[in-house]
């Protein structure tokens, strides 16, 4: 696999202004690869468009420091007025939250971890069918959400399932993401 990418962000720099991030995103976002492709290409630099600059780094110490901040937990085996505010207040104010009680079993939580694990470590032939930005799609490979909005790139790639309003077929999904495997 040929990964241009790599190339010129190793060969362009800032001094002579060469280095053209919208075409390495481009690039980038239509090897249908993901981060994972460009591990597997045996990038020896990371690209470019993954730097997030020193002032972003400076600031991200600043605002966290050493603080032991801890992700909002939800358990919902609690009151449900008092469960959907805690809900709410953790998206305002974090953005996400950690659920418990739930009544999922560990080993069905296990299994969907290893279906990730199992899809990322499929050839990047395979995993490509599935890259696309389409939310409506039951399945979805990509990487990074706002790839060509944000002023750099996170270097993950994700992959969704859209369980609403119905599950998806099985046929529908990566056969190493079934249930079951």
Same mark, same amino acid.
């Not at 001094?15 to 090897?31: H, L, M, P, V």
């Not at 599935?130 to 996170?154: E, Q």
């Given at each position: 696999?040929?990964?241009?990418?790599?190339?010129?962000? +190793?060969?362009?720099?800032?001094?002579?202004?060469?280095?053209?991030?919208?075409?390495?995103?481009?690039?980038?976002?239509?090897?249908?690869?993901?981060?994972?492709?460009?591990?597997?290409?045996?990038?020896?630099?990371?690209?470019?468009?993954?730097?997030?600059?020193?002032?972003?780094?400076?600031?991200?110490?600043?605002?966290?420091?050493?603080?032991?901040?801890?992700?909002?937990?939800?358990?919902?085996?609690?009151?449900?007025?008092e469960?959907?505010?805690?809900?709410?207040?953790?998206?305002?104010?974090?953005?996400?939250?950690?659920?418990?009680?739930?009544?999922?079993?560990?080993?069905?939580?296990?299994?969907?971890?290893n279906?990730?694990r199992?899809?990322?470590?499929?050839?990047? +032939?395979?995993?490509?069918?599935?890259?696309?930005?389409?939310?409506?799609?039951?399945?979805?490979?990509?990487?990074?959400?706002?790839?060509?909005?944000?002023?750099?790139?996170?270097?993950?790639?994700?992959?969704?399932?859209?369980?609403?309003?119905?599950?998806?077929?099985?046929? +529908?999904?990566?056969?190493?993401?079934r249930?079951?495997?």
């Amino acid at each position: 696999m040929d990964f241009q990418i790599t190339r010129k962000t +190793e060969s362009s720099g800032t001094k002579d202004g060469t280095y053209d991030r919208e075409a390495e995103i481009k690039e980038f976002d239509e090897s249908k690869s993901g981060v994972k492709g460009l591990v597997d290409s045996g990038v020896k630099k990371v690209p470019r468009m993954f730097h997030c600059g020193q002032q972003l780094v400076a600031r991200a110490k600043n605002t966290f420091g050493d603080s032991k901040l801890s992700v909002p937990i939800i358990d919902l085996g609690g009151q449900h007025k008092e469960t959907v505010t805690k809900i709410r207040s953790a998206c305002r104010e974090w953005g996400f939250f950690q659920v418990i009680n739930h009544g999922i079993p560990v080993s069905v939580l296990d299994e969907m971890i290893n279906g990730i694990r199992r899809f990322h470590e499929q050839d990047t +032939e395979v995993r490509k069918q599935f890259y696309g930005r389409d939310n409506k799609k039951k399945f979805v490979y990509y990487s990074n959400t706002s790839l060509y909005k944000d002023k750099f790139a996170n270097w993950r790639d994700t992959v969704g399932f859209s369980m609403a309003p119905d599950i998806p077929k099985p046929a +529908e999904l990566p056969h190493v993401c079934r249930y079951g495997v």
